[in-house]
């Protein structure tokens, strides 16, 4: 068994839909992460989210933690295209930073609930928890999760998963604005990169690109230059570049692809509805 990723959707801000976005996606980003012994962790919950849980329900009802980066719309609305919220045997653990705005609790239960949805929280039918991400970290199952925070704005989290029985190892880097960075936030987030070893992938934010970025500074995003340098400094051999830039189509994403892939072979851009094995 190994460590497996499944993309349920990583288009950047808003879902985009056409035969010209068919490739990569148009669904915001939630990714699913299942480990060696069974264990199920979803990163985000936009719009991918019911792909998500389409992967989820294959394998059944159980215990699945979903962690957070940040609380854009982008990154939540998937929760109300969950549909096994609303079925019995389900239990999802929902954690995610504390920001100046608010933590997961007060968050979700605002989202879910009238007027932006008729279901409240406490009508659904599975099992929900919420916790605020501890400094020290989580473990599920054999997987250790840990965060640093990144900038963006009203405040993001990256986290870094090792799997404890097979030694692979992700870090999910999305949504923050690598130029705009503290020399804090660059040495938490390149050790977390690094440590205990180079990460075997590496998922960030690549909604622009340099040419462009500029004109769009404050944002809070990275371009894929910025990625294949992060990964390079820190000996990191795969990157998974997301956040794809809503205006941009499959053939101009193909193109981008074709670029990194020169400078970094093991790179590769997100296509949602991809499974990618980690480590090994």
């Known amino acids: 068994m190994s460590l497996r990723l499944f993309i349920g959707g990583m288009r950047g801000s808003r879902p985009c839909a056409g035969a010209a976005f068919a490739e990569f996606g148009g669904d915001t980003t939630s990714l699913l992460l299942v480990g060696p012994q069974g264990e199920r962790l979803v990163l985000d919950a936009g719009t991918g989210m019911h792909a998500v849980a389409g992967q ?6 159980g215990e699945v933690t979903v962690l957070f980066s940040h609380y854009h719309l982008d990154h939540m609305a998937g929760l109300t295209m969950n549909p096994l919220f609303y079925t019995p045997g389900w239990s999802f653990k929902l954690l995610g930073p504390t920001l100046a705005d608010g933590g997961v609790r007060d968050t979700v239960t605002r989202l879910l609930s009238p007027p932006y949805w008729p279901l409240p929280v ?4 599975a099992r929900l928890e919420f916790a605020e991400f501890p400094t020290d970290g989580i473990q599920v199952g054999q997987l250790r999760v840990r965060g ?5 704005p009203g405040g993001c989290m990256a986290y870094r998963i090792d799997d404890a029985s097979t030694g692979a190892s992700l870090v999910f880097a999305t949504d923050l604005e690598w130029q705009n960075r503290t020399s804090e936030q660059e040495a938490a987030f390149m050790a977390m990169c690094r440590e205990p070893r180079p990460a075997d992938m590496l998922v960030m934010d690549a909604h622009f690109a340099r040419t462009n970025a500029k004109a769009f500074a404050g944002w809070g ?3 894929c230059e910025d990625c294949l340098e992060v990964a390079e400094s820190v000996g990191v051999k795969r990157v998974l570049l997301g956040h794809h830039d809503p205006n941009a189509d499959d053939k101009a994403l193909r193109a981008l692809e074709q670029q990194v892939k020169k400078r970094s072979p093991g790179s590769m851009l997100a296509r949602a509805g991809q499974w990618l094995t980690i480590g090994g």
């Open 56 to 61: 989820l329900a294959q394998a059944g009802p």
């Open 148 to 152: 640093c925070p990144v900038p963006h």
């Open 122 to 125: 406490e009508r659904m039918s």
């Open 221 to 223: 995003h990275s371009t």
